[in-house]
């Protein structure tokens, strides 16, 4: 059986990786013994991941753990009897004699006396002690003072600080009963044993001169970074001699690696989290002295970070603890009217290019822009007609969501917002409300007649991407980062189904046509679309092709077919009722973010990062049109009649219409 990608929980933090369903005991046991975690976290961590964790007493859980990590110590070449497994055996090497050890911490440097071996657990000593530590904070303290961190990834660092907080708690009484380990048959801990010798093995001398340098860290004011850099302008990235090393931590600011494409340079800049797209790549091209491509691999995928959208993602995963390296590619070059981007090949078989292309017509449509709508400040990311085809609804980055006028252009703002980007949102078939969905794990619903909410649905452990009424209007279905679908019933308010069989995050979902839309639809970032009968609480089948992020996913008026598009650059067109992927349809030369059917099924619309959208005939495949007008991503598509809305990153929505000439 080959791998795929599955999940563990530890300590809260969510751990993917590749591996197999029925390896998944010595999985997770190679994953704790890596993280170095103590026998105490070990029990209710596999009694949380394990289905049939029931077979496994205590002890056998704890012997599990306890040849995980002589494995790994042998393979690492280290004896085992030099490390002891449970919290009442330090390891230390009696060879060794206290020394001198220093941190260098908020641009400070601080001394003690102590045992080599202990220094990485006093490092996490200390940083457990800060009230305001973050994950990025720990993690550069890690790398800066401990020089032999290659063993360590970013989330196996923030969970070993996580784990002495957590024991700090326990040991003062912070830590509510509900709330501790699930007890070992043979756990016999010290009273009088402090924690920091319990962890290194320090004489009271040590200990009291360790605790004094962490009061002494404590109470020291904040560094003031600006004079910090005044007086050493070789801070904040390079020293004299042009060696890579760590700056000193900006409250706030994220760091991320910077590789050179097809080299092994390195440089390392601090962004803020909200930075602009535009502004961050002018960091990039000062650092690295020309213009440049950016891209980052997310798995098996590439993705190319071009836009504030991409950004905001990338920055996200960096501030979970996930180490992504940013590619820095030269070659971006302008020729006329038209732009010529290419990503250079991360090897020989990836490459990467993306051409906006002059406008196309075969004679069989006529697609006119008769009307562009201002009002968003931010990339709009969703818009959708109202039955009528008067009004529509849009949703932004902004963190809006507006009723338009179709014909004048006016607009009002919902009132009551969310508290985040928001993603996705539908208009009712009443026209009496709309629902909106965003990355605060929250769905909303507003009334069209007031302009104010009317209720928040909550539920989703993650953002919510996706929403949409099935025809009657009674039920709202949604998809998440959490790798649910849910259905609601909205006069209740109340959720009904929830749908799990995802690996990975829902990013598009949607109920079939007819009657009261018996199933939904579904893609997502495990690269699959899956249908649903949602009233049975059952998957019906999945459908196999992509090989990247499916983005969008709908069912075509007569729910004869599914249309489905990719990071993959292509689009899918498959029978519903067999799964059956009878065309693919790849002529834009960037991921496509959304398609639609119009409404006699005769053509398909798409829209993607290339800025442009294009038609095509369902019955043979054959490209009809391309449209440029959009001064940047297109995100999504609705038609209503012989109108077709778009919505863009370029902050703007535009209203064309369509005419069949033969």
């Known amino acids: 059986m080959s791998k795929e990608k599955l999940k563990f929980k530890i300590s809260g933090k969510n751990v993917v990786y590749e591996g197999k369903p029925e390896t998944r005991v010595k999985d997770l046991m190679d994953i704790l013994a890596k993280m170095g975690v103590s026998e105490e976290i070990v029990i209710p961590t596999f009694r949380e991941n394990i289905k049939d964790e029931g077979k496994y007493t205590n002890e056998q859980i704890k012997d599990l753990f306890k040849n995980a990590v002589q494995l790994r110590l042998k393979k690492k070449g280290k004896p085992a009897d030099k490390v002891g497994l449970s919290k009442s055996s330090p390891a230390t090497d009696e060879s060794e004699k206290p020394q001198k050890i220093t941190f260098n911490y908020k641009g400070k440097a601080f001394s003690y006396e102590g045992l080599p071996s202990g220094k990485q657990n006093a490092l996490i000593q200390l940083l457990a002690k800060q009230e305001d530590i973050t994950p990025d904070a720990a993690v550069e303290a890690f790398r800066q003072n401990i020089k032999d961190d290659g063993d360590y990834t970013d989330e196996q660092i923030w969970g070993m600080v996580t784990e002495r907080i957590q024991s700090r708690q326990t040991q003062n009484g912070i830590v509510k009963e509900s709330e501790l380990p699930l007890p070992t048959s043979d756990e016999n801990v010290s009273s009088g044993y402090g924690a920091i010798d319990e962890l290194v093995g320090m004489s009271s001398k040590e200990k009291e001169d360790l605790n004094n340098f962490i009061k002494q860290v404590l109470q020291e004011p904040p560094s003031d970074v600006a004079a910090l850099i005044s007086n050493n302008p070789h801070l904040g990235g390079e020293n004299a001699d042009g060696d890579h090393h760590v700056t000193s931590r900006i409250a706030g600011k994220i760091p991320v690696y910077c590789q050179e494409n097809d080299t092994s340079t390195k440089k390392l800049v601090h962004i803020t989290p909200d930075i602009t797209f535009s502004e961050f790549n002018g960091i990039i091209e000062k650092k690295f002295g020309y213009k440049v491509s950016l891209s980052f691999m997310e798995g098996e995928d590439m993705i190319i970070l071009d836009d504030d959208d991409v950004l905001s993602m990338f920055l996200e995963m960096q501030a979970d603890g996930k180490k992504l390296n940013l590619i820095v590619s030269k070659y971006i070059q302008r020729v006329g009217s038209e732009i010529h981007c290419k990503q250079m090949p991360l090897s020989s078989t990836t490459t990467f290019s993306l051409n906006t292309e002059p406008e196309f017509s075969n004679g069989e449509l006529c697609i006119q822009n008769v009307s562009t709508f201002t009002g968003h400040t931010l990339a709009v990311y969703c818009c959708s007609f ?43 078939p009443k026209g009496n409300l709309v629902v909106s969905s965003a990355d605060d794990r929250t769905i909303k619903l507003w009334s069209t007649k007031t302009n104010s909410k009317t209720s928040t649905l909550k539920g989703h452990e993650d953002k919510v991407y996706c929403v949409q009424f099935n025809p009657t209007g009674e039920y709202v279905v949604s998809g998440s980062c959490d790798n649910t679908v849910r259905v609601w019933r909205v006069d209740s308010c109340s959720k009904v189904a929830t ?52 983005w969008s996913v709908k069912f075509s008026n007569n729910d004869a077919y599914i249309i489905s598009t990719s990071m993959d650059h292509e689009l899918k067109l498959w029978v519903a009722n067999t799964g059956a992927c009878i065309r693919t349809l790849a002529a834009h030369k960037a991921p496509i973010h959304h398609a639609i059917f119009s409404e006699d099924d005769k053509y398909i619309f798409s829209c993607a990062r290339d800025c442009v959208i294009k038609a095509w005939r369902v019955d043979n495949g054959e490209h009809v049109a391309t449209v440029t007008g959009h001064l940047n991503t297109v995100y999504h598509i609705d038609i209503k009649g012989n109108k077709m809305l778009t919505a863009s990153l370029d902050n703007t929505l535009k209203l064309w219409t369509i005419t069949e000439k033969r």
């Open 386 to 428: 109202s039955s009528d085809g008067e009004r529509f609804v849009t949703c932004s980055r902004d963190r809006s969501v507006r009723v338009w006028n179709t014909i004048d252009g006016k607009n009002a703002v919902m009132k009551g917002g969310h508290n985040g980007y928001v993603l996705s949102c539908n208009f009712s």
């Open 499 to 550: 749908l799990k069989g995802h690996t990975l995050a829902v990013f598009s979902c949607g109920f079939s046509n007819t009657g009261t839309g018996k199933y939904v639809v579904s893609g997502s970032d495990d690269h699959l679309v899956k249908i649903w009968d949602w009233e049975e609480r059952k998957e019906v089948r999945t459908l196999v092709g992509h090989v990247g992020t499916v």
